[in-house]
């Protein structure tokens, strides 16, 4: 069975910084591209960042890159979000997602429950 | 980027059928996907590159259109279809559609 757990979440203040992770199991990790996505309070789902399978490229929405970093531990089957210079627009659950990118950018066929990050001083 | 238009909320009831809507801003060939999330719940994958129903998703559910229009149908429907349908597209960066609230009366 495909499970994904987050971990990190937490409130944080503008400005400063915070790690996500993203336990995976029950499937080859080294084998998929992997995504973070996120979803604001009472809002619809945006796609945050994409790592492929074996960390060599990495894809970000706009309004994130050059602050979040995304990366991979293949031997640890652990994904990372990486989030600098955090912003109120950041307030968001974050989900970790399988990302089929089959066809350009794909779809996400599994998803974690979601972590909750709260930037507010 | 692309933009992904959803009518806001559908009311129906159970054993009927429902149709939702997705219109694109540009031609999306299709790549377009759709998701069901259930209240505190995260996104789960309905259906894949337009028409493909994922492994484990009931046979009630169906997808079609190519371009700017896309219909996910769910015929019939039942009590448990109570979520908001999200779909998703990967013609470039994935975008997602504001979202329908499917309500049964």
């Known amino acids: 069975e495909v499970q994904l757990v987050e971990s990190g979440g937490g409130l944080v203040q503008p400005g400063r910084s915070l790690k996500l992770s993203c336990a995976a199991s029950g499937f080859t990790f080294s084998d998929y591209a992997m995504a973070w996505v996120r979803q604001a309070p009472k809002k619809g789902l945006e796609w945050v960042a994409t790592?492929?399978?074996?960390?060599?490229?990495?894809y970000y929405r706009d309004s994130v890159k050059g602050r979040f970093t995304i990366s991979r531990d293949n031997a640890k089957s652990t994904l990372y979000l990486q989030m600098d210079s955090l912003r109120s627009e950041d307030t968001a659950t974050y989900y970790c997602?399988?990302?089929?990118?089959?066809?350009?950018?794909?779809?996400?066929?599994?998803w974690g429950q979601g972590v909750m990050v709260t930037v507010s001083s | 980027d692309t933009v992904l238009t959803q009518s806001p909320a559908l009311a129906v009831s159970p054993g009927e059928r429902v149709t939702i809507s997705c219109r694109a801003s540009e031609s999306v060939s299709t790549l377009m996907h759709w998701y069901q999330q259930k209240p505190g719940q995260q996104p789960k994958l309905l259906i894949y590159?337009?028409?493909n129903l994922e492994s484990g998703v009931p046979a009630r559910f169906s997808g079609s259109g190519s371009g700017t229009d896309f219909t996910l149908t769910i015929d019939p429907v039942e009590a448990d279809d109570t979520a908001t349908y999200y779909c998703?597209?990967?013609?470039?960066?994935?975008?997602f559609g504001g979202g329908t609230k499917l309500e049964l009366k």
């Open positions: 590159l337009a028409s």
């Open positions: 998703q597209q990967s013609w470039n960066d994935p975008t």
């Open positions: 997602a399988r990302h089929i990118t089959i066809a350009a950018m794909g779809y996400f066929d599994y």
């Open positions: 790592i492929i399978y074996d960390g060599s490229s990495t």
